[in-house]
Nanobody
Framework: QVQLVESGGGLVEPGGSLRLSCTASGRTINRDTMAWFLQRPGKEREFVAALFRSYGRSYYADSAKGRFTISKDNAKNTVYLQMDSLRPDDTGVYYC???????????????????WGQGTQVTVSS
């Protein structure tokens, strides 16, 4: 059984940085697609970033480009999201997701991911 555990969230001032971590157990993630989604209060989960399984290429939402970096450490079975230049609208719960068979055209759609973590809260406020 796959389990994903996120950590690293917290309260940060605008312009600050955080690094989120997502550690998987129950399988190795070196051949899986790993992604991060953000859920704001009262909103659906929205795509932030992903590492696509087939090419190892990273993809970002427009709002994340130039500010966030997704990376993976296969030895630690962990995916990271480095978030810099944080803004108040980055506030919400960040979820890690994993899928082993997702295709590129479905990468940005939360409905196509089979496994999710419990989420970690990020609050950007002064």
């Amino acid at each position: 059984q796959v389990q994903l555990v996120e950590s690293g969230g917290g309260l940060v001032e605008p312009g600050g940085s955080l690094r989120l971590s997502c550690t998987a157990s129950g399988r190795t993630i070196n051949r899986d697609t790993m992604a991060w989604f953000l859920q704001r209060p009262g909103k659906e989960r929205e795509f932030v970033a992903a590492l696509f399984r087939s090419y190892g290429r990273s993809y970002y939402a427009d709002s994340a480009k130039g500010r966030f970096t997704i990376s993976k450490d296969n030895a630690k079975n962990t995916v990271y999201l480095q978030m810099d230049s944080l803004r108040p609208d980055d506030t919400g719960v960040y979820y890690c997701a994993l899928d082993s068979t997702i295709i590129l055209s479905s990468l940005f759609d939360a409905r196509h991911y089979d496994h999710w973590g419990q989420g970690t809260q990020v609050t950007v406020s002064s």
